[in-house]
């Protein structure tokens, strides 16, 4: 065991502070003012300076340093690091002199052979969150996590790790925020004070000691940074926000087109359709099963026909066979992960004995890449990469398996974290190939930090269960505080049988997740919205109309986190990370889909659900009642709804429902405005499917809300909007409160038909009440060009 040492050197050069003890050497940079890197590793190495999680690093600045003897500070307009020399052990605090984080004084960085580990004193009262995909609660203070990607099937409430590696936390000290993101893809550990009440710390298993530390100060600030680093996303087609449905197999292909064509018959919106594993000949990765799927290109054509995209499941195991084409080109080309003796690794999937592509191997993700060229040719639409942890039947590949790494080569305990990752790149670089600046949709269960760049991430094998309904929410929750906008879990749940009351609350929820899919597993219950019988099937065409209604707003919050990084779904931690009640198992669950539209998860069976609103005022979203905050707020619920809510100051916009994302809308915007608050948001259109919008061809406009005025800027890009009229809802405004016809206010009956079809559609009539929602509400409606336009009401 080697702890680092006393600082015996220091010199500033090339932007950065090189450091040396007596056997380590360690660099720190500042790249912005509120982002530092740190390195650490053994004199003879050399600093790693890229990787997968950060391809384009950005470069490093000047420094504003004073040598204090013992000490080094360095200061930007916002955050202060202090460096102590003997030994060397770093303390992040703010310019007021709170610590954020500092390193245990008595262990600091320590080697233990290959392994790495950096302690930081655990700071009174100081809470963990994100890490990506990971079980547990919102605050993971004293527990401690595990990144090594793994087929996690029918995963429990506390099983780690599951599908994807992202080393990247925020913590909370003295109530300020910060973040921390381990730049190192070996298996890496996080204990954040779990099992001592002395330190947390982040350690990994081989590579160096590479770190970023964001100083915040909120959740929004620390993912700007980090993503900035890690990259965000491009938009994604809009008819992957559609609603999607997959299955566990639908085969042959009349099963394909009769679920298809059943959403159009039942009038339930929807836009996209799954191929799983059985759409191949024997589980062969890039075939078409020759009876199930005789005709793919005809399929596709009649899916489109119904406006159904295509998305195709995709494995990375290679079946081994003779004369099967794909197998036998990877052989001559090399493109399989080997033994150290040069022996083709073989692991068992699916298609049997299998070898695995190296998609650390960029030479190998263009030969994948043309393969999926050539489904994009017969149609298909997107990828859905499964088994790319990767999995071998459950097990892990052998350690020893030698991956290429960018030529740099390395063994699987190295590529392991990054396999499933480099396979979406290989899948989304092979797809854009050909599809001359269409978008394609790529959803992986494996990836990395950084992956969010690539692909939508869904959170694999869940149960049919209400735990599993809240625990899908906590981890979407989690992974959007983790640089992943594009997330969801299996709407319904993958294992067991959804019980009627489940699905229906599940697609209530799901309609304000990034990705909407419903998927369930071989053998188990039908799930598709029509499997359960009348009242459910209404119950989701509501949430599923109301998600397509809701699809302006989204849209505008993808673009979002294409600026930014901020996910569309925001824990309430975003806002309200001193309010300590959001903390609490009770209310952990509640995320807002931007900034004011607050879901609050309740199980199946609830009637009652105890529900947390923040500081500020609060409508609930189905009949306009307010409440203040900061409160504890007990609410009926109905079969059919969840307690949602919408806080004063939103501006919300709404579209009528269409059926499929290439349905026209009737263009009129629905601005629903909350008085009582200011408030502002940016509504961003674009065409939806190409990349033009990278070149100017968007509409983008800012909406402000004030006390008696709603001002709508100019449009700004070249795009012309879909919408030519807008109706503001005037919620909560006094002036139109019972104010029928006259002046252009109305009341509001007919037009909402989510509120409609939950007013007249539970039979049981526990709640008669459910008509009077729209009491109180007006709406006034104006033509809308791209020019400014200021209503001031009164
Ligand atoms: O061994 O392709 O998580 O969504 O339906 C199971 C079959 C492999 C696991 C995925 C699941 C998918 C299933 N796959």
Same mark, same amino acid.
């Given at each position: ?7 015996? =050197? ?40 890229? +990787? ?18 013992? @000490? ?161 996303? @491009? ?5 992957? =926000? ?23 018959? @039942? ?78 690794? +073989? ?18 993700? =263009? ?87 690539? +692909? ?100 505008? =919050? ?12 925001? +824990? ?223």
């Amino acid at each position: 065991m080697e702890i680092i040492g006393d600082v015996t =050197l220091w010199e500033f050069r090339e932007n950065a502070l090189h450091l040396t003890t007596s056997h380590a050497k360690m660099r720190i940079a500042q790249y912005n003012a509120s982002t530092f890197r740190v390195q650490a590793c053994k004199t003879s190495e050399t600093f790693q300076e890229t +990787s997968y999680a950060c391809p384009e690093m950005p470069a490093s600045q000047e420094m504003r340093l004073t040598d204090l003897g013992g @000490k080094l500070v360095a200061e930007t307009s916002f955050l202060r690091l202090i460096i102590q020399k003997k030994p060397f052990r770093l303390r992040f605090e703010t310019l007021a002199g709170d610590v954020l984080s500092e390193d245990d004084p008595g262990l600091g960085i320590i080697w233990e052979d290959r392994e790495v580990t950096n302690y930081k004193t655990l700071q009174p009262g100081e809470r963990f969150f994100g890490l990506g995909e990971k079980t547990g609660p919102l605050d993971r203070a004293g527990k401690q996590y595990r990144n090594w990607n793994t087929d996690a099937y029918a995963y429990g409430q506390n099983t780690d790790p599951l599908y994807v590696s992202c080393p990247f936390y925020m913590g909370m000290s003295h109530g300020n925020m910060y973040g921390i993101f381990l730049h190192n893809h070996w298996e890496t550990v996080f204990n954040f004070g779990a099992a001592n009440d002395r330190f947390s710390f982040f350690q990994a298993k081989g590579g160096q000691l590479d770190y970023f530390f964001f100083g915040g100060p909120k959740p929004a600030d620390i993912l700007r940074d980090y993503t900035a680093l890690t990259g965000r996303i @491009k938009l994604p087609p809009m008819w992957s =926000l559609g609603f999607q449905q997959c299955r566990y197999s639908y085969y042959p292909d009349t099963e394909v087109l009769r679920v298809a064509q059943t959403f159009r018959e @039942k009038n339930i919106p929807a836009d996209v359709i799954y191929l799983d594993i059985h759409y191949m000949q024997d589980y062969k990765v890039f075939t078409w099963h020759d009876e199930k799927f005789p005709d793919p290109e005809s399929l596709i054509e009649k899916l489109k026909a119904l406006n159904f995209k295509v998305v195709v499941i995709l494995d990375p195991g290679v079946k081994i066979e003779k004369d099967y084409p794909v197998y036998e080109e990877g052989l001559a080309r090399d493109v399989f992960v080997k033994y150290p003796d040069g022996k083709p690794y +073989s692991g068992a999937a699916w298609p049997g004995w299998c070898h695995f592509p190296d998609f650390t191997d960029a030479a190998v993700r =263009l030969w994948w890449g043309d393969h999926v060229a050539g489904l994009v040719k017969q149609g298909v639409n997107g990828f859905w990469n499964d088994m790319n942890e990767p999995a071998v039947w459950g097990h892990h590949t052998p350690n020893l398996v030698g991956f290429a790494l960018e030529g740099k080569t390395g063994t699987h305990k190295e590529a392991h974290n990054i396999y499933g990752m480099q396979m979406s790149r290989a899948t989304k670089e092979g797809a854009e190939k050909v599809l001359d600046g269409e978008r394609t949709f790529i959803l992986t269960r494996a990836t990395f930090s950084g992956g969010q760049r690539d +692909s939508a991430v869904w959170t694999g094998d869940n149960h049919a269960t209400d735990e599993h309904l809240m625990l899908g929410a906590r981890l979407v929750n989690s992974l959007g505080l983790s640089g992943f906008p594009f997330t969801g879990n299996d709407v319904g749940g993958f294992t067991g049988d959804a019980a009627r009351g489940l699905y229906r609350r599940w697609i209530a929820h799901a309609a304000f997740h990034p990705l909407m899919r419903a998927h369930s597993m071989i053998n188990s219950r039908q799930a598709e919205p029509w499997s359960f019988g009348e009242e459910d099937l209404e119950v989701a065409r509501n949430y599923i109309s109301l998600r397509y209604q809701l699809l302006p707003h989204l849209y505008s =919050l993808l673009f979002e986190a294409t600026q930014n990084g901020i996910p569309p779904v925001r +824990s309430l931690l975003f806002y309200y990370h001193d309010e300590w009640k959001i903390f609490t198992e009770a209310f952990e669950n509640q995320f807002l889909l931007g900034q004011h539209l607050m879901i609050c998860p309740v199980e199946s069976d609830a009637k009652l659900a105890r529900v947390y609103l923040p500081e500020g005022e609060w409508y609930q979203f189905l009949n306009d009642a307010t409440q203040t905050g900061p409160a504890e707020h007990l609410t009926e619920i109905q079969r059919d709804t969840i307690p949602i809510y919408v806080k004063a100051g939103a501006i919300l916009p709404l579209q009528n429902t269409i059926h499929h994302v290439d349905e026209p809308n009737d263009g009129l915007l629905r601005l629903h405005l909350y008085f009582g608050a200011e408030g502002s948001y940016t509504l961003y259109e674009d065409d939806g499917h190409t990349r033009a919008n990278e070149s100017n061809a968007f509409a983008k406009r800012r909406i402000d809300l004030k006390a008696d005025t709603v001002h709508m800027s100019g449009v700004e890009g070249d795009y012309k909007s879909r919408f030519t009229k807008v109706r503001f809802y005037l919620h909560g405004a006094s002036f139109s409160k019972g104010n029928s016809g006259g002046q252009g206010i109305e009341i509001l009956k007919e037009d909402f038909r989510f509120l409609n079809a939950i007013s007249n559609f539970d039979p049981y009539e526990d709640y008669p009440d459910t008509a009077k929602v729209v009491v109180g509400l007006g709406y006034l409606e104006l033509p809308l060009s791209g020019n400014p336009l200021t209503v001031q009401l009164s």
